[in-house]
T-cell receptor, first 115, second 119 residues
Framework: GENVEQHPSTLSVQEGDSAVIKCTYS??????FPWYKQELGKRPQLIID?????GEKKDQRIAVTLNKTAKHFSLHITETQPEDSAVYFC??????????????FGKGTHLIIQP | GAVVSQHPSWVICKSGTSVKIECRSL??????MFWYRQFPKQSLMLMAT?????????EQGVEKDKFLINHASLTLSTLTVTSAHPEDSSFYIC???????????????FGPGTRLLVL
């Protein structure tokens, strides 16, 4: 099955600086890579995702890059703000026609934005 | 947007009892729902895939006789933790995909989770 590694486990950055979280996956058949933000005790919220036919995707201060050859993808957050503090999870999945695939998550990164 | 609810939001029970958790898609039909478990300060682990009208598919290491899943309708899946023990204490989260909507089919919408504490 799929195995997703995520680093670092904790990341502390100054407000206004950029944050980068990296993930690798093992199954070359995976073709969908979402990133979730989870605040304490709450449900994961999708913040950005990318399919394997795209190398980069950006949404305002958030961007995701994908390197299929190396089987790794990264989350980039620029101009960080205090409300960005949360746990971020990467995930991987193989999209199929039946649509019946669950997500394999990384272990999470606790992002701390220092004021 | 697609909304998924869970009930109850938290439950405390005695060891040996069974607990049922409901997952509902409120404004869309979900032929497939997923059940995840999250221990404190850990990641979400996929337990099983719930298929409407058929048996659930369990991930390796998840006991199907302990975690009973029923997907009786297109908007409801239930997870029953049978003979619960303290080690089953965890945060259980369901998700669903809206395969009939006009938006991306890959997006999973998560429920708010159910916190289970077994004494």
């Amino acid at each position: 099955g799929e195995n997703v590694e995520q680093h670092p486990s904790t990341l502390s950055v100054q407000e206004g600086d950029s944050a980068v979280i990296k993930c690798t996956y093992s199954d070359s058949a995976s073709n969908y890579f979402p990133w979730y933000k989870q605040e304490l005790g709450k449900r994961p919220q999708l913040i950005i995702d990318i399919r394997s036919n795209v190398g980069e995707k950006k949404d305002q201060r958030i961007a995701v890059t994908l390197n299929k050859t190396a089987k790794h993808f990264s989350l980039h957050i620029t101009e960080t703000q205090p409300e960005d503090s949360a746990v971020y999870f990467c995930a991987a999945m193989q999209l199929s026609g039946g649509g019946a695939d669950g997500l394999t998550f990384g272990k999470g990164t606790h992002l701390i934005i220092q004021p | 947007g697609a909304v998924v609810s869970q009930h109850p939001s938290w439950v405390i029970c005695k060891s040996g009892t069974s607990v049922k958790i409901e997952c509902r898609s409120l404004d869309f039909q979900a032929t497939t729902m997923f059940w995840y478990r999250q221990f404190p300060k850990q990641s979400l682990m996929l337990m099983a895939t719930s298929n409407e009208g058929s048996k659930a598919t369990y991930e390796q290491g998840v006991e199907k006789d302990k975690f009973l899943i029923n997907h009786a309708s297109l908007t409801l899946s239930t997870l029953t933790v049978t003979s619960a023990h303290p080690e089953d204490s965890s945060f259980y989260i369901c998700s669903a995909r809206d395969l009939l909507a006009g938006g991306p089919i890959e997006t999973q919408y998560f429920g708010p989770g159910t916190r289970l504490l077994v004494l």
